[in-house]
Nanobody
Framework: QVQLQESGPGLVKPSQTLSLTCAVS??????????WTWIRQPPGKGLEWIGY???????YYSPSLKSRTSISRDTSKYQFNLHLSSVTPEDTAVYYC???????????WGKGTLVTVTL
């Protein structure tokens, strides 16, 4: 059973960089069909896809966030990371890490972590 767990600061100041880590357990991070994904949900709004890192190591980002987003991975540590720069209060959201499997879709999710952007 794959498990995902987000970690990182719950408060970030405007203009700073939001950095989160997702720890992966119970499965491999190096298959050819798993895409390690970040998704967020602002308060009172729907889910927003942020991006993923593919098995090849290539990354793909939402066009609206692309200029501020970086996703990386460290397979030796079984983790992948999100960095979102120049944050504003509009980036306040619950951030989820998830696994997108090319056969089954988004099949495993972390519980989510609330990040609030505020002075």
């Amino acid at each position: 059973q794959v498990q995902l767990q987000e970690s990182g600061p719950g408060l970030v100041k405007p203009s700073q960089t939001l950095s989160l880590t997702c720890a992966v357990s119970g499965g491999s991070m190096t298959t050819n069909y798993d895409y390690w994904t970040w998704i967020r949900q602002p308060p009172g709004k729907g889910l927003e896809w942020i991006g993923y890192i593919a098995p090849s190591g290539n990354t793909y980002y939402s066009p609206s966030l692309k200029s501020r987003t970086s996703i990386s991975r460290d397979t030796s540590k079984y983790q992948f990371n999100l960095h979102l720069s120049s944050v504003t209060p509009e980036d306040t959201a619950v951030y989820y890490c998830a696994r997108f499997n090319s056969h089954y879709g988004l099949d495993y999710w972390g519980k989510g972590t609330l990040v609030t952007v505020t002075l």
